[in-house]
């Protein structure tokens, strides 16, 4: 019995273990890029916008160390700023590269912190299709360029990261190519996105059980395991829409940080609620509610592109179906496992409120800092 | 249920321990075994692991000290990025005009940042700064974001050509340094090389120093120094950066120049980050 005890206690352990590095959520960081044609003899004009703590480790920017960077600061390092966007950032259009000129750069206060806004100008050919081609992603595997571009085929946005840094100007506008792009940025959102896999795997640790007066029983079959997923899931995507259709209307704008707030409540009220046999009744307003805040925080973020109302739709869209896939993917994994170690008596008795304890605190731990 | 609690509160702080969010510094050589004669660049490399790294860019004013310890005593380190094709060059060029072991040594001057709550208590813990995370802890400052002054204390071998002796690092009396040991030629597969984290010139124990190398970088490892300032890795003939990272609370002139310097805030905390990188090149 004691030799069980302490399988279990280890078990629980390594499992958390190998969890790793979630008392940290995901903070990949970008910059936003817009571009413009609309300027005559070819010029193309552009706006980069930088945080400041983003280039701070390669251009030091606060002179006198007051924790802000003032203009005149930034001007006194106005050539290093200007390398770096020449340096990590190419523009070309019917392929043949164009000219940049830094004409103007201003430090900037948006919603998410202090920027360094670059305008910029670049030489090109009279027409043709543009392309931009980028590596400013300040050493950070994660890092993301947020591409907004207006062209005389229309509205065009991407997502460029270290692993897909090159945008080429479709034939028109597409939906489904701005879709594809984020598709993939969310998925890797939730990858790296220790909130989202924690509060997926809450919601998971009892689908493979139903409540009695007695406690906890095994579920009959799988069946009834997917289809209580599959209602969760849609829920989720119902949330992921209205929030979608909230945001894309101007309707409702929220700021970021009660938004991260939530979320992070929302793991702790997940992990709580998983104690009690509540949370087979709970687990679908939770997602509900997980999905729509959700959807909000990255509403905010694609608002510093300037997009606005439907041309919003596509990026939304992808992103938020790449946080589904991603998060199904999880769950098809993660399933078969617990079905298979949900037989054994530890796994009411201490997996799940083991978990459910450890993911409420990382939870709480993320309400306080993001406070 | 005790056991079990302290079990899953042991397996939290571990999960803590691998978080990976703080930039690396270090000077990467264009060649670590140059010949004789041969100009070489070398950058201030940053990035979130060792190598491939994007280029600091600095000014005069940026850099305290960037020469290199050679046979014929010591050498500036010029043609910075400032003076150069803006972007394009390195950080320092330099010529090793004799055969033998130089030491590239760079400081730049102190910097300033604030982080986030979350993003400065990441960064502590990455980088093993236990003391900082108790005292925030003990004055309710963990929810507050992390105002630092930080420089960094950089160092890499270099030879050229045949050295003529063995090839040993030696301490340049750095405010903080790495220091190895151990001799950096003839080495066998997977020999134990020592190293020593020196603070004002004196041992510093209960550092956390990482060695990462190029051909595997986010595959670091990871020690405490012990009260001589001691670690000892089990390394492979590749590139490596071995690194540290000392935190004390920031002094009171340091203060004083932050709040004089127009802001509201001050430094609260004080960072020195060291490095040493070089070659383990196969046994002959």
């Known amino acids: 019995m004691r030799a069980n005890r302490s399988v279990q206690v280890i078990s629980v352990v390594v499992a958390i273990v190998l969890l790793g590095g979630w008392v940290d959520a995901h903070d990949e960081g970008h910059s936003v890029l817009t571009l413009d044609t609309g300027g005559s003899s070819g010029a193309v004009s552009g706006v980069l916008k930088i945080p400041i703590i983003d280039i701070e480790p390669i251009v030091n920017l606060d002179a006198n160390g007051d924790f802000t960077v003032s203009q005149p600061e930034l001007e006194h390092k106005s050539e290093l700023v200007r390398a770096v966007v020449i340096d990590s950032l190419e523009i070309e259009r019917s392929s043949a590269p164009c000219k940049l000129l830094v004409e103007d750069m201003r430090s900037i206060q948006l919603e998410s912190g202090p920027h360094v806004s670059v305008r910029f100008s670049a030489q090109c050919l009279a027409s043709g299709k543009l392309g931009v081609s980028t590596t400013l992603f300040f050493g950070h595997s994660a890092y993301s360029v947020l591409l907004s571009a207006r062209t005389a085929h229309g509205a065009f946005d991407s997502v460029l990261t270290p692993a897909n840094r090159i945008w080429l100007e479709p034939d028109a506008p597409s939906w489904w190519s701005t879709l594809r792009r984020f598709v993939s940025n969310g998925m890797h959102h939730v990858l790296i996105g220790y909130d989202h896999i924690a509060f997926v795997l809450l919601l998971l640790l009892p689908s493979v059980l139903r409540p009695t007066r007695e406690g906890w029983v095994r579920v009959g079959n799988v069946r009834q395991s997917m289809s209580y997923l599959a209602r969760i899931v849609t829920l989720f995507t119902i949330a992921h829409s209205i929030t979608l259709a909230l945001a894309t209307t101007g309707l409702v ?25 509540y949370s087979a009744r709970m687990g679908a307003p939770l997602a509900f509610g997980f999905g729509l805040v959700h959807g909000f925080g990255f509403a905010n973020v694609l608002v510093e592109t300037g997009n606005q109302g439907l041309r919003l739709v596509p990026m939304l869209a992808g992103f938020n179906i790449g946080v589904e896939v991603a998060q199904l993917a999880i769950v098809f994994t993660a399933l078969p496992v617990l079905v298979a170690t949900c037989r054994l008596p530890a796994y009411s008795r201490i997996l799940i409120p083991g978990l459910s304890i450890v993911l409420a605190l990382c939870g709480a731990v993320w309400v306080v800092s993001r406070w | 249920m005790s056991k079990i609690l302290l079990a899953l509160v042991c397996a939290c702080c571990l999960s803590r321990v691998q978080l990976a969010s703080a930039h690396e510094f270090w000077l990467q050589p264009s060649n670590f075994r140059p010949a004789a004669g041969q100009e070489i660049s070398v950058d201030v490399s940053v990035s979130d692991v060792f190598y491939p ?3 600091a860019l600095l000014t005069d004013e940026d850099i305290v000290k960037f020469v290199a310890h050679g046979p014929g005593g010591q050498t500036p380190v010029t043609a910075k990025v400032g003076n150069g094709p803006i972007g394009k060059s390195s950080v320092g060029k330099i010529t090793l005009p004799t055969p033998g072991l130089y030491i590239l040594e760079f400081i730049d001057l102190t910097r300033f940042s604030q982080l986030e709550a979350l993003t400065f208590e990441r960064y502590l813990e990455e980088k093993g700064l236990d ?22 204390f950089l160092k890499t071998i270099v030879v050229a050509g045949d050295p003529g002796r063995e090839i040993r690092d030696h301490a340049l009396g750095l405010k903080l340094e790495v220091i190895c040991d151990s001799r950096l030629d003839a080495r066998r597969r997977d020999d134990t090389l020592s190293f020593k984290i020196l603070y004002q010139g004196a041992p510093l124990k209960g550092a956390l120093v990482t060695a990462s190398r190029r051909t595997a970088p986010k595959d670091k490892l990871s020690m405490r120094t012990d009260a001589n300032g001691h670690v000892e890795f089990k390394l492979s003939p590749d590139e490596w950066m071995i690194d540290t990272v000392h935190m004390i609370a920031a002094p009171n002139d340091l203060r004083a120049t932050a709040i004089t310097g127009g802001g509201p805030q001050a430094a609260r905390w004080r960072s020195f980050w060291a490095s040493l990188t070089f070659e383990l090149s196969p046994r002959q």
């Open chain 1, 253 to 277: 704008r929220l700021p970021a940080r009660p938004i991260e707030v939530t979320i992070a409540v929302s793991i702790v009220a997940a992990g709580l609620v998983n104690l009690t046999t």
């Open chain 2, 53 to 55: 790294g994007i280029h």
């Open chain 2, 131 to 152: 003391n900082a995370i108790a005292v925030r802890k003990q004055q309710g400052e963990s929810d507050k974001p992390g105002r630092e002054a930080w420089s960094h």
